[in-house]
C-alpha cells in the first residue's frame, strides 16, 4: 500500500513490474481492485500503475466539495513527479479515458503512448442527461435503484444475454458497495466534476501515437464519439469492437490486454510494406 500527498489529501496508488510504464485511470465506480484480474498479465514486461482519483477507493475523499477534471489530471501529474518519472504510457476507461485526454492535451509531453476505452471528447447533452439521471438514484440512497438506473446501459444486450449467471453473482456485492455509507455521495460528485468536459478544441495538441478503442454496442460513448477523437487527434488509431458495451474490458478482456500491451510495447508504429 502507497500514499503521495497532493493538496494535502492522501492519494493511494500501486504499482508492479518493471519495462515501460503504464498509468492506468479508472472509470467512474471503479477502484484500484478492479483492475487485479489483470495485474499479473500487465506487469509481466511492464512498470504498471494504478492510482484511485479523488473520491474512489481509498484516496481521501472531497466532501462538502464541487470540482472538475483539472483536480484528477493534477493528481495524476504529482503522481509521475512522485514517482519520479519522466514520461508514461497512460490509458484508463471512461471516466479514467477522459482524464487521460485532459491529461494528455495540456500536458502532450508527459505522454509517450495514449490507450483510451469507451472514451469521450466533451459532455454531450446526451451524456449530461445520464449523468442526471444516475444523481437522481443515488440521491434516493437506495443503492439497488442505482444500480439499476447505470447497469442498464453499461454492459452491451450481447454480454448481459450471455453472463446472466455472471450477472446475478455479482448483484448482490454491487448493491452492498453502493449501500455503503458515502458511496453514492461520491457517485455523484465524480458525475459532476465531468459536467463542463470539453477537450474537443484542444485534441490537437496531443502529440503521442494514440488508440481508441469502442466498443459498437456502447450506448453511453458513442461509436460516432471515437470517430471523432480518430478524425482530431494526429497520429490516432481506431478499433471499433463487435458485439461489446461500454466495459470493453470486462467484457473482452482478452481484447483489452492485447490492444493495451501490443500497442504499448510495440517499438516500431511505421513500417515500409
Not at 59 to 84: A, S, W
Amino acid at each position: 500500500m502507497s500514499y503521495f500527498v497532493y493538496n494535502n489529501k492522501q492519494v493511494y496508488y500501486e504499482q508492479f513490474g518493471q519495462g515501460k510504464s503504464i498509468i492506468v485511470l479508472n472509470g467512474l465506480m471503479m477502484t484500484t481492485a478492479s483492475w487485479n484480474a489483470f495485474k499479473s498479465e500487465l506487469s509481466k514486461q511492464n512498470r504498471v500503475i494504478f492510482v484511485d482519483f479523488f473520491d474512489q477507493g481509498q484516496t481521501d475523499k472531497l466532501v462538502g466539495e464541487n470540482y472538475n477534471h483539472d483536480i484528477q489530471i493534477e493528481l495524476i501529474r504529482e503522481l509521475m513527479h512522485h514517482l519520479e518519472l519522466e514520461k508514461a504510457s497512460i490509458t484508463g476507461l471512461s471516466y479514467g479515458a477522459n482524464i487521460a485526454l485532459g491529461f494528455s492535451v495540456k500536458y502532450p509531453d508527459l505522454v509517450e503512448k495514449l490507450v483510451v476505452y469507451s472514451a469521450a471528447s466533451w459532455t454531450s447533452p446526451w451524456l449530461k442527461n445520464s449523468g442526471e439521471s444516475w444523481n437522481k438514484a443515488a440521491l434516493t440512497k437506495d443503492g439497488e435503484l442505482y444500480m439499476s438506473v447505470t447497469f442498464a446501459n453499461i454492459y452491451s444486450p450481447n454480454f448481459m444475454e450471455k453472463n446472466m449467471e455472471w450477472m446475478n453473482n455479482r448483484k448482490n456485492t454491487v448493491i452492498n458497495y453502493f449501500n455503503s455509507p458515502g458511496v453514492l455521495e461520491r457517485m455523484v460528485r465524480l458525475t459532476n466534476s465531468s459536467e463542463s468536459y470539453n477537450v474537443r478544441n484542444k485534441l490537437k495538441n496531443i502529440k503521442s501515437p494514440t488508440l481508441i478503442i469502442t466498443g459498437k454496442q456502447d450506448y453511453i460513448t458513442s461509436v460516432e464519439e471515437a470517430k471523432y477523437l480518430n478524425d482530431h487527434i494526429p497520429n490516432s488509431d481506431l478499433i471499433l469492437i463487435e458485439g461489446t458495451g461500454h466495459t470493453v474490458v470486462y467484457e473482452k478482456p482478452h481484447l483489452f490486454i492485447t490492444t493495451l500491451l501490443g500497442f504499448i510495447n510495440q517499438e516500431t508504429l511505421k513500417y515500409n510494406v
